[in-house]
């Protein structure tokens, strides 16, 4: 018995084959990520949560393009003081799948620009600021079936804060499920 479901299980996923990113398909799903930095010369700690569903369109095989909406919070802390921040953004995104490591197996690369806004509160007080930023992403994808995909990436985020100076640079992980249809 325990032979039998082995083998059944091996023919599914060979009969699943490699997954759907031909011209004309499309691609629905997203990512979290989890990030955390530390300032070199100060005690500073940001430490960052990320929720990007996304919807594209495989232009040509291989590469798709589209929008990723992007929600996310995160806690900043120097010394004693703590600020909580919520943001939202879209973002225009463009995915490549190259390099098939298996017939199950492709690695992506992931760019995106966003636009958005961010709404901080510490010791009672609230601002609200624009900004945008890139993000670069990498990664492999585990087809599951022909149609579904589990994704791991490593990403950095460059982001600019309207009227504050200087970038936010984070480096980071991210685990993403995609629907190819």
């Known amino acids: 018995m325990k032979k039998m479901l082995i083998l059944g299980a091996a023919c599914f996923l060979s009969a699943a084959g490699f997954a759907q990113t031909e011209t004309g398909k499309i691609l629905v799903g997203g990512n979290a990520s989890f990030a955390s930095s530390k300032h070199s010369e100060s005690d500073l700690k940001i430490t960052t949560l990320n929720f990007n569903p996304d919807a594209g ?8 393009g589209g929008l990723r909406l992007q929600l996310g919070t995160a806690t900043t802390k120097v ?3 703590k ?19 298996s017939e199950k197996i492709k690695l992506f690369g992931d760019a995106s620009y966003s636009f958005g806004s961010q709404k901080e509160e510490a010791e009672g007080e609230e601002d609200k600021t624009k900004y945008s930023g890139f993000t670069i992403s990498a990664g492999p994808a585990f087809f599951l079936t022909e149609n579904t995909a589990l994704e791991l990436n490593v990403f950095y985020n460059s982001t600019k804060i309207k009227d504050v100076d200087g970038r936010n640079n984070i480096f980071g992980v991210g685990l993403g499920f995609q629907i190819h249809l």
Request: aromatic letters at 26%.
């Open 57 to 64: 369109y495989f232009f040509i095989d291989n590469l798709a």
């Open 79 to 81: 010394g004693d003081f």
């Open 83 to 101: 600020e909580k921040s919520n943001a939202v953004a879209v973002a225009p995104f463009v995915r490549y799948y190259f390099v098939p490591l």
